[in-house]
């Protein structure tokens, strides 16, 4: 999975190939996050590449997040796999793997 996105008012998950295992884009994403107003911490695993954002939801919205991320070219919005696409492909592996072993 390259790119993936969560967004629960309050709380942006994304994950982005550009971070993962590269810290000085780790840097920049963070700077940038934190530079949208309404934004209060930011998490970056730089293994994942994947990066957990707490915002304050009535100041910031999970998509100006995006827009500054995707304007930066770090995150391609058209490209990001959401959970309930996630999930629906994990089962199907999961199911498909199960019919080998019947």
Known sequence: M?????????????RSPHVKNN????????NLILG???V???AINLTTGSCLVNYNPKTAKGDDIISVLHREGYFDPSRAMTNDEYICKAT???????TTFI
């Open 2 to 14: 390259n790119y993936y996105v969560h967004d629960v008012p309050g709380r942006l998950r994304i």
């Open 23 to 30: 810290r000085d884009a780790a840097g920049e994403v963070e």
């Open 36 to 38: 949208v107003v309404g």
């Open 40 to 42: 209060n911490d930011v």
């Open 92 to 98: 199907e592996k999961f199911l498909n793997l199960l």
